[in-house]
């Protein structure tokens, strides 16, 4: 398996073929976001094939050719594959793709992991950054926490973490970038200088990583938000934070509570937390009342919680699931918790990036999706055709009914998230693309206001009498 130290060396790769790990562990997160070739979970790759041997991977199709590929002749490569011996296919990997003209009223945004990807994900057409994980830029020193506070000094730590964050907020600004404070396994953290000190647990995913380990070590998380105060204290008021891995509403409180001591301003930034675990969805609602502005969606450890299916073992990758009807009655029913009480939703797994689920979420009431670089797009087209198909859907029931609209019934008079009217967020205004209506509004107070204006854009394009 790849491991943050490893991303220097995976960003000059002509492609990636790890023997472990599946569609969410590191080498397949940082691939994608470097737009690099890779295949996961081969078994035993490393040790069929030989130092300098020629090999063509195709990351779409997911196939590995051993030797030269039946179509080659001479040095050309077969189309769609990748050669490791080849020229360095980063630089065109890195090309930004075409930015999508729609808009839409559920926004999408963009996971990133790694400062080095960061301008090519705010190229794409994202509303922003529904996750940033921290810990790739942690680890990236090569040196765990404790280790790199231990030699360099408490403000060291903060200032190179946040510079690093700096580079993800400024390339984005003025659009949110939601940063996560670290979760990361015990056996990625033993890897690094430093790691020897680590635990050793038989289940590092069910253990001591995201915001368990962080209540259990304050000082350590602290440093981390002074980093993010750092950066709101500089001018970058886009920069969220978000806490990984709550079980419950006291895991929340106590993650508030440490914002409060390092001095964040919860009322200039919003603050969440991811759902992850069975028990967050089901204490969906106490989580809401300690104040939180959004809710992420982490399916990769939904789904692997849920289904009780590790994440990073190909031998069960058949069984993880994102579309169990579990899964699904339980992220509706977190979107709809958040929709009654003004909470934002996004979904940040990988799950996200598949056009199907973004369709199912956008017909629940997310109120954004966070997708890969590449997929940005696409989840962009598809939610906006789902929003297209509520909005003549209801429009044909007000057009068969014989009476006039309901304005005080929600549900009738504005397809597009009526229920969510008060959970949009993002600038003030309203717009009117290929009959998608779009309202943003910081202001809960001027719902009123944006519900009469909504009614009467509608009326203007036809849609309600
Ligand atoms: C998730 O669990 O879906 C998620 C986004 O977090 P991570 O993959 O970093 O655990
Ligand atoms: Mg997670």
Redesign the pocket.
């Given at each position: 398996m790849t491991a943050p130290d490893m991303v220097p060396a995976m960003q000059r790769s002509a492609g990636i073929i790890t023997d472990n790990g599946g569609m969410?562990s590191h080498a397949a997160?940082v691939s994608r976001e470097l737009g690099v070739p890779a295949i996961v979970g081969c078994g035993e790759a490393t040790e069929t094939v030989a130092d300098s041997q020629r090999v063509t991977l195709d990351g779409n199709k997911g196939t590995v050719v051993v030797g030269e590929p039946e179509s080659e002749s001479g040095t050309e490569s077969e189309p769609g594959g990748s050669e490791l011996t080849g020229p360095n296919p980063t630089d065109d990997a890195l090309e930004a793709p075409t930015a999508a003209p729609q808009t839409t009223a559920t926004e999408v945004k963009v996971?990133v992991s790694i400062p080095a990807a960061a301008q090519r994900a705010a190229d794409t057409s994202a509303d922003g950054v529904g996750?940033l994980?921290t810990?790739h830029i942690l680890l990236s020193t090569g040196k765990t926490p404790d280790k790199y506070v231990q030699d360099h000094g408490e403000q060291a730590f903060v200032e190179a973490i946040s510079e690093e964050i700096r580079t993800v907020a400024e390339a984005f600004y003025p659009r949110p970038v939601r940063a996560?404070t670290l979760?990361a396994p015990t056996d990625e953290l033993a890897e690094l200088e430093g790691g020897e000190k680590e635990p050793s647990e038989h289940n590092p995913m069910l253990g001591y990583r995201g915001i368990r380990r962080s209540l259990d070590e304050p000082e350590m998380v602290k440093l981390e938000l002074r980093a993010f105060k750092r950066l709101q204290d500089m001018g970058y008021d886009n920069l969220e934070v978000m806490f990984?891995l709550p079980n419950d509403a006291e895991d929340v409180r106590r993650a508030r509570e440490l914002m409060d001591e390092v001095g964040i301003d919860r009322d200039a930034h919003d603050w969440g937390a991811?759902i992850?675990t069975p028990a967050s969805i089901r204490s969906i609602d106490e989580i809401i009342d300690e104040g939180i502005d959004f809710v992420?969606?982490?399916?990769?450890?939904?789904v692997?919680f849920m289904l009780a299916v590790d994440r990073n073992n190909a031998m069960v990758a058949d069984r993880f699931d994102d579309y169990h009807p579990t899964i699904l009655e339980a992220m509706a029913e977190v979107i709809e918790a958040c929709n009654e009480h003004g909470v934002d939703t996004t979904i940040?797994?990988?799950s996200g990036s598949d056009p199907e689920m973004a369709k199912f979420l956008a017909e629940k009431g997310i109120t954004s999706l966070s997708a890969n670089i590449d997929a940005v797009d696409e989840v962009r087209s598809v939610v906006a055709r789902a929003e297209r198909e509520l909005l003549v859907n209801a429009a044909r029931d007000t057009s068969d009914s014989s009476t006039q609209p309901d304005w005080d019934s929600p549900p009738i008079v504005t397809p597009v998230r009526w229920a969510n009217f008060s959970s949009i967020s993002g600038s003030h205004g309203l717009t009117v693309a290929d009959n998608v209506i779009c309202i943003r509004t910081r202001n809960r107070g001027e719902i009123e206001t944006e519900r009469s204006l909504t009614a009467t854009w509608m009326a203007k394009i036809g849609l309600i009498p």
């Open positions: 969410t997160i996971n996750l994980r810990e996560r979760d990984p991811m992850e992420a969606l982490g399916t990769n450890d939904i692997q940040t797994g990988q």
